[in-house]
């Protein structure tokens, strides 16, 4: 059972939440590593992913496990994607290692927090994801 099924209301106003959020005057902070622990793991996160200007955004769920596993699930046009993965705290963020995403090759991240919405973005300053908790 994909993470979707086990949460079927977390994208009830999601994307109007996010809309709101994004529209605020807020700065958004980057969260250390501490701040990222306290406040995502253990914790469902909904939003979207980001995969460029001129391709699609999808909806996903996220979960930093608090044994340092991680679950995404990415809902397509084509359907439910999953992945599996071991994340760990980094200086500025976090790094994960997913079983199939970019065959297993590590990625680190900063997050940054905006009111309700955090953003993930990855070392080259791309954004990843924009998610709330859940």
């Given at each position: 059972?994909?993470?979707?099924?086990?949460?079927?209301?977390?994208?009830?106003?999601?994307?109007?939440?996010?809309?709101?959020?994004?529209?605020?005057?807020?700065?958004?902070?980057?969260?250390?590593?501490?701040?990222?622990?306290?406040?995502?793991?253990?914790?469902?996160?909904?939003?979207?992913?980001?995969?460029?200007?001129?391709?699609?955004?999808?909806?996903?769920v996220?979960?930093?496990?608090p044994?340092?596993?991680?679950?995404?699930?990415?809902?397509?046009?084509?359907?439910?994607?999953?992945?599996?993965?071991?994340?760990?705290?980094?200086?500025?963020?976090?790094?994960v290692?997913?079983?199939?995403?970019?065959?297993?090759?590590?990625?680190?991240?900063?997050?940054?927090?905006?009111?309700?919405?955090?953003?993930?973005?990855?070392?080259?300053?791309?954004?990843?994801?924009?998610?709330?908790?859940?």
């Amino acid at each position: 059972m994909c993470i979707f099924e086990r949460f079927p209301t977390a994208f009830a106003g999601l994307a109007i939440g996010l809309t709101l959020a994004s529209g605020g005057a807020q700065a958004a902070d980057t969260l250390t590593p501490q701040q990222l622990s306290e406040q995502l793991v253990g914790k469902v996160l909904v939003g979207r992913n980001h995969l460029g200007e001129d391709k699609p955004s999808w909806p996903v769920v996220l979960q930093f496990k608090p044994d340092g596993s991680m679950e995404l699930d990415v809902h397509t046009n084509k359907g439910n994607w999953t992945d599996a993965g071991r994340w760990h705290l980094s200086n500025t963020g976090y790094c994960v290692t997913w079983a199939k995403y970019k065959s297993g090759q590590e990625q680190c991240n900063t997050v940054q927090r905006d009111g309700e919405v955090y953003r993930t973005i990855h070392a080259d300053g791309s954004p990843s994801m924009e998610l709330r908790v859940q």
